[in-house]
């Protein structure tokens, strides 16, 4: 079977009490068809079909039957558990098929990677970025005008901030992150 195309929107994050929530709505073919909540405290993500109220219920149930169809064929995956590979006693990978929850989550997983380097491409503007690469965070130094402004008025007094920038907080694996600095004539 063919894998069907699977949009999420409206996608919202919240802290929770034991971590991150969020809810969003799931489009399959281009409908409405389920909307998905995580409130944060531990549990399993809520998943709700949309068929109640749709103008063409049967349709929506139909596409959902149809994903998970296409889940239910796909051959098992590694168990993963924050990105770690799960064994048994044995040594052996723990297996398990996809569910319905898992695709969502990874859905949400990716939808959240993509706005978090959204931000980070748009905060390069006018930050001095610096941290260890592929970290979840990151620390920046702030321009009230965007670099390439900056540049263009003072490049020296740039580079100047940008080599303290290096000298006091680039150590033990942290590195400027910014790779627009290059371009405005920048040496790190």
């Avoid at 064994?87 to 949400?108: A, P, R, S």
Wanted: net charge neutral.
């Amino acid at each position: 079977m063919k894998k069907p195309n699977v949009l999420i929107k409206n996608f919202k994050t919240f802290q929770g009490h034991e971590g991150y929530g969020m809810n969003c709505d799931v489009y399959i073919e281009g409908v409405l068809c389920l909307h998905a909540h995580d409130n944060g405290n531990g549990g399993c993500l809520d998943i709700n079909g949309l068929a109640y109220g749709s103008k063409d219920p049967e349709r929506v149930m139909s596409l959902i039957r149809d994903l998970n169809q296409y889940l239910e064929e796909q051959p098992e995956k590694p168990w993963l558990i924050g990105g770690e590979q799960m064994k048994d006693k044995d040594g052996n990978l723990k297996m398990h098929k996809e569910t319905l929850e898992d695709f969502i989550n990874e859905l949400t997983y990716e939808a959240e990677r993509l706005k978090e380097q959204k931000k980070f491409q748009k905060q390069m503007l006018n930050c001095i970025l610096f941290g260890v690469p592929n970290a979840d965070t990151y620390q920046r130094y702030k321009f009230s005008i965007s670099l390439v402004e900056f540049a263009k008025t003072n490049r020296s007094a740039l580079q100047s901030k940008v080599d303290r920038i290096k000298s006091e907080y680039c150590t033990e694996g942290r590195i400027i992150l910014n790779t627009n600095l290059k371009e405005l004539g920048i040496n790190f």
